[in-house]
């Protein structure tokens, strides 16, 4: 299985890291490759888009066509996962800030997302989780958006006072919080089988 990172900026090398712990503990063979230049992500059989800054992210990959390689790979029913920023580029809608940036989004959850939504007073903070499919889980947040309203094809994995914080729609699966910046690789192993959802 070859499993591309997109690697434009961000926690790229973390993600890389987390992915190869899960292909092992899965017991599957494989490759994990960080890339910035199209053609590779329509190459492999799953896609991870990482935390960073959602506005550079985005500039980059449409600009030079990983997005639409992107696109192509939700669209055959391969797995896909957004952290963090990258749940902010997989959602369809954005709140104001995502607007007055010009952030162009992939669309491929029908999901209301908003920036920064945790506020500068917990810029980033540590809290368990109940995650569905894979249960209690230490989530860091960092200066992380966080999902207003889902649409009905949605499903809901966790939540967080007012907001969904993971969701998931067929096999393209969105989370606010960073599940690479821990030891923990159940939701990588969970992302990786979602191609049988
Ligand atoms: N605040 C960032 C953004 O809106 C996301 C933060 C992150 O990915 N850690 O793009």
Known sequence: MRVAVVGVQGDVEEHVLMTKKALKKLGIG???????????????????????????????????????EIIELAESGKPVMGTCAGLILLSKYGDEQVEKTGTKLLGLIDI??????????????????????VGSFDA????????????????VLATLQDYVVAAKQNNVLGLAFHPELTNDTRIHEYFLKLNEF
């Open 140 to 155: 860091v947040f960092i200066r992380a958006p966080a999902i207003k309203k889902v649409g009905e094809n949605v499903e």
């Open 112 to 133: 209301w997302v908003k920036r920064n939504a945790f506020g500068r007073q917990r810029e980033s903070f540590q809290v368990k989780l109940d995650v569905k499919h």
């Open 30 to 68: 494989g490759e994990v490759v960080a890339t910035r230049r199209a053609g590779i992500v329509s190459k492999s059989d799953a896609v991870i888009i990482p935390g960073g800054e959602s506005t550079t992210i985005s500039k980059l990959i449409f600009l030079d066509g990983i997005a639409d």
